[in-house]
């Protein structure tokens, strides 16, 4: 928390160079209990005392906003990140109900809260742009992404996934879902790059673009209990028919799925890391057989879902 908080007051990229001299005053916070937190930052390695007062170390120059990692975001209590995690101290309640526990200290559940803010909202996107970043090279080289002519990024974010498989698929044509103002920045970025994608602004709960080759969940279905996750699963079959394959790419519980982001998935939605077997229940509710499963990097895979032949 300490961590949190000197991210939150930007105190790692305040203290470069030289310390700041009138600090407190500068950040309108207490001046004994700044010290008290500079003291322990100082324990911690984050920064250092000069004779002016104090400076980030190379250590703490991690947590600067510039840093590339990602973790700037992630900590700041005002991010996404730093909110969502703040909700951990329901965990009990979601041990004992099986319910997410960010509804029960924020009234209301997480996607109604980014929805009505966007700052939570731009720091999510930019905190799932950066958890694929060392991944995204294993997730293309690791999967045949080049059998689909044409993919359906459903959820999509910002379409950093998708405009990886494109670059490296020339051929390939891409249609990215997702709610604006998130789609409005993939379009961009697709434009950008002149890439062949189109961007829908929309809803995995509406109807979907149809007739593509594969209907791509990445990082989705864990976001949700079963429930919604059938509902999810319903609008790709609806758009696949009866060629189109839904490729599912997440961390799955018995082939290395982090235990740590597995009680994240339960505290912040009410959803979990699925495993095989679960992921085959899911599927054999829309007449759909896991064809195959594959791991694409150290943390996730993808399983390739087609219509169940006829008995």
């Known amino acids: 928390m300490a961590l ?10 305040r203290l470069r160079g030289e310390g700041a001299a009138n600090l407190a005053e500068e950040l309108g916070v207490s001046p004994v209990a700044l010290d008290l937190l500079l003291a322990h930052l100082t324990t911690l390695g984050v920064v250092e005392r000069t004779d002016t007062g104090h400076r980030t170390t190379g250590f703490g120059a991690q947590l600067c906003a510039d840093a590339g990692n990602g ?28 319910e997410a526990a960010y509804p029960r200290r924020y009234g209301q559940d997480f996607w109604s809260d980014a929805a009505e803010n966007p700052h939570l909202r731009e720091t999510f996107d930019k905190q799932m742009t950066h958890r694929f970043l060392a991944q995204v090279p294993q997730i293309i080289a690791n999967y045949d992404w080049s059998r ?12 950093d996934l998708l405009a990886a498989i494109l670059r490296a698929n020339p051929g390939m044509h891409g249609h990215l879902v997702d709610l604006d103002p998130t789609a409005s920045a993939a379009r961009q970025r697709f434009d950008a790059e002149n890439l062949p994608a189109e961007v829908t602004a929309g ?4 109807p979907l673009p149809a007739g593509a080759s594969a209907y791509l969940l990445s990082d989705i279905l864990h976001d ?7 509902q999810i699963l319903a609008r ?12 599912i790419l997440e961390p799955v519980a ?24 679960e ?13 195959t499963v594959t791991t694409v990097s150290d943390q996730r895979c993808v399983l390739e879902l087609r219509p169940t032949p006829p008995q």
Do not use: K, Q
């Not at 949190?4 to 105190?11: E, I, K, M, S």
């Not at 949700?224 to 059938?230: A, P």
């Open 71 to 98: 973790l700037a975001n992630f900590l700041d209590i005002n991010s996404a990140g730093g909110r969502a995690d703040l909700a951990f101290v329901e965990l009990a309640h979601s041990v004992a109900t099986g």
């Open 4 to 13: 949190r908080v000197a991210v939150t007051l930007g105190l790692p990229d």
């Open 224 to 230: 949700w209990d079963d429930d919604h996750s059938h």
């Open 203 to 206: 809803s995995f709960f509406d």
């Open 279 to 291: 992921f085959r229940t899911l599927a054999a509710a829309h007449n759909l057989t896991v064809d």
């Open 254 to 277: 018995d082939r290395g799925a982090d235990t740590e982001m597995n009680l994240a998935m339960l505290a912040l939605y009410g959803g979990r890391e699925r495993r095989v077997d």
């Open 236 to 247: 790709c079959v609806e758009a696949a028919g009866s060629t189109g394959r839904i490729l």
């Open 148 to 159: 689909f002519p044409a993919i359906v990024d459903v959820g999509g974010g910002r379409g």
